[in-house]
């Protein structure tokens, strides 16, 4: 049971502050954030990803993600009373996403970005949380994407670009295991304990 438990405790996920974040000088306040809440970075580096990286990293072949990014960004066309068909030139879902596809990649690839593995009792949902929502002006106030950032998908679409929203972080555990994988070799990864471990995470009296 007690392999189990620690197990848990030692929860991993993958999180990337993007291009605009490195850019905007917020590579501190977000690891800050990440820190404060108690979860431990076991691994981070700062590089320039290549097209061949962005492509393996997001689930380009899987249809049903790509017709997600598209509903996400023609989602918001109607609260600002534009119509999609006329700014680009379709109103399908599918055909949309794999424009906001090949934006993300020229986006993730544009600049320095900082990939990390953040570890912590329901890590994937925690870094999630302070992520906050994939369109900014959804995002919570408190939140990463909600505290920094401000961008309209539907401005962002008809400018043919993705939307800058600063934090990449893993959805799933499976979608966490799969991105660790590939951005970091095990040995890159630490293990270490952090003052105040056995306070947040034990019986110590
Ligand atoms: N994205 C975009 N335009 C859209 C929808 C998504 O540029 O209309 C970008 C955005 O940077 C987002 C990324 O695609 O973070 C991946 O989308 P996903 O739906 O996986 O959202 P996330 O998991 O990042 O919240
Ligand atoms: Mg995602």
Redesign the pocket.
Known sequence: MSEIISKIKKQRTFAMI?PDGVLRGLTGEIVRRIEVCGLKIVALKMIKATREQIIAH?PMSDQA?ID???E??LS?FEGLKLDPKHFLGTDNKSE?GRN?AK??ID?MTSGPVVPMVIEGIQAVDMVRKL?G???PFKADMGTIRGDFSVDS?AI??VEN?????LF??S?TLEEAVKEITLWFKPEEIMEYNRAGDDIMYSKTY
């Not at 670009?161 to 929203?165: T, Y």
């Open positions: 993007k997001y993600w997600r990014l598209g996400k960004g918001t949309i906001v934006s993300l986006y992520a929502h994939t369109l998908p962002a679409n670009r993705a939307i800058h929203n990449h972080a959805e």
